[in-house]
């Protein structure tokens, strides 16, 4: 799997060429930038994944700390 990170849906689709052109078995795995506004043009490249970082970015942490006395 080669991870394409920040990359437009042009940039995108002429990867899936490049790759496809080369006879390559490798999955194409599209980051960055991805919402609910670029997912479908970014899943229209033609990429067989696609990795959503907002998921982890926008959690909320606690933090909990186990102290001993």
Do not use: C, F, Y
Request: net charge negative; glycine share 8%.
């Amino acid at each position: 799997i080669v991870l394409l990170d920040n990359m437009s849906p042009e940039l995108l689709r002429q990867a899936v060429a490049i790759r496809d052109e080369a006879g390559s078995d490798a999955e194409l795995e599209a980051s960055g930038g991805v919402n609910l506004m670029t997912t479908a043009d970014i899943a229209k490249s033609g990429v067989e994944r696609i990795s959503v970082g907002a998921l982890t970015h926008s959690a909320i942490s606690l933090d909990i700390g186990l102290d001993w006395l």
